[in-house]
């Protein structure tokens, strides 16, 4: 089953205001670096809208993130990382079937892809420590990073089951890229 590491919109801009940033971003740095060592696929996606500008300084990738030359870069313009981008296609040129996923944010554009990658037939694995978001206010109600976090965990976890396809976790340390 070829596997392939997708990181999602960790942009400066984007995580800026993060819980567990520097964590979350050292994290995924030595799980790229394990992928490529082990020779698995890395894509990288990128978010691009009215608020945060393709090629701004808030665009970038967070310091200590950065494509190797052969490594594709997805641009979206929605949370899916698939809606109206080449991401099919650059997992196609490489079979892969199953996609490993870190990033941000939890509950945008993580989850989107996710849901959307098991409908589509990929197998999804979440990384349980290297995705974040910031506390939000929804309604009047606070809803803390964490527990935004918990929940896409578990939705990758419990939720994700399409016919053919479904999701899981697993930590950055413990993942498996070579299945």
């Known amino acids: 089953m070829p596997t392939a590491l997708a990181v999602i919109d960790l942009q400066r801009q984007v995580i800026a205001d993060a819980h567990d940033r520097g964590g979350v971003v050292a994290r995924t740095a030595a799980l790229v670096e394990r992928a490529r060592t082990e020779q698995v696929p890395v894509i990288w996606v990128q978010h691009n809208a009215a608020h945060l500008v393709r090629d701004s300084d808030g665009w970038q990738l ?89 929940v896409i965990n578990a939705i990758a976890q419990y939720g994700l089951v399409w016919p053919g396809a479904s999701g899981s976790t697993a930590t950055a340390a413990t993942v498996d890229l070579t299945t």
């Open 62 to 150: 967070a310091n200590g993130l950065s494509p190797a030359a052969d490594e594709p870069v997805v641009h979206k313009q929605y949370s899916d990382a698939f809606a109206e981008t080449d991401l099919a296609d650059a997992l196609a040129k490489t079979d892969t079937d199953r996609l490993v996923i870190a990033g941000a944010a939890s509950e945008q554009c993580v989850r989107a892809t996710l849901h959307s990658a098991v409908i589509k037939g990929y197998d999804v694995v979440l990384v349980s420590d290297a995705h974040t978001t910031q506390d939000l206010v929804f309604d009047g109600h606070d809803l803390p990073a964490t527990q935004l976090i918990d």
